[in-house]
């Protein structure tokens, strides 16, 4: 997955008001190298996102 399609669809939930999370890089890094998920990790811009919509109770 690369960087660009990540940060795309982050400016569409900024723009949009809703919660980003960003689950992992999967097989392939950030930096294009093939390894394992877990590897890979779950940071984007140095961070972890764990954005959850908010619970509206009407």
Do not use: Y
Request: with cysteine; glycine share 16%.
């Amino acid at each position: 997955m690369r960087k660009e399609w990540v940060a795309g669809i982050k400016v569409q939930c900024d723009s949009a008001g809703v919660a980003f999370f960003f689950k992992q890089w999967g097989g392939w890094g950030a930096d294009g190298v093939k390894r394992r998920k877990s590897q890979n990790g779950r940071l984007f811009e140095g961070r972890t996102w764990d954005g959850r919509p908010s619970l509206v109770v009407a």
